[in-house]
Nanobody
Framework: QVQLAESGGGLVQAGGSLRLSCAAS????????MGWFRQAPGKEREFVAA????????YYSQSVKGRFTISRDNSKKMVYLQMNSLEPEDTAVYYC??????????????????WGQGTQVTVSP
């Protein structure tokens, strides 16, 4: 079965950086789109970044473009989210996700079928 496990969250001051990691198992990474989403208290889960299978293209939300970078290592079954210039508005639980669905729906929650448990990122002013 597909399992995803996020790590790397924590507390960081505004302007700082964090790198989140997602360890995948039970799947061939080359067959899966991989993505990162986040959810703040009282808000809906939102798209952050994605990497299309097998890793040739990346996609970002407007709010993180230029600050965050998604990357993947298919041989190691790892996905990363490098977060730079963090802002308090980035505070949320960050989730790793995987999908084999059409790329056109990459920003839609419904296309992502496998999710990790999330890791908390808190950015202090």
């Amino acid at each position: 079965q597909v399992q995803l496990a996020e790590s790397g969250g924590g507390l960081v001051q505004a302007g700082g950086s964090l790198r989140l990691s997602c360890a995948a198992s039970g799947l061939n990474m080359g067959n899966y789109h991989m993505g990162w989403f986040r959810q703040a208290p009282g808000k809906e889960r939102e798209f952050v970044a994605a990497s299309s299978r097998p890793g040739g293209s990346t996609y970002y939300s407007q709010s993180v473009k230029g600050r965050f970078t998604i990357s993947r290592d298919n041989s190691k079954k790892m996905v990363y989210l490098q977060m730079n210039s963090l802002e308090p508005e980035d505070t949320a639980v960050y989730y790793c996700a995987s999908s084999t669905a059409a790329l056109s729906a990459i920003r839609e929650l419904e296309m992502w079928r496998n999710w990790g448990q999330g890791t908390q990122v808190t950015v202090s002013p």
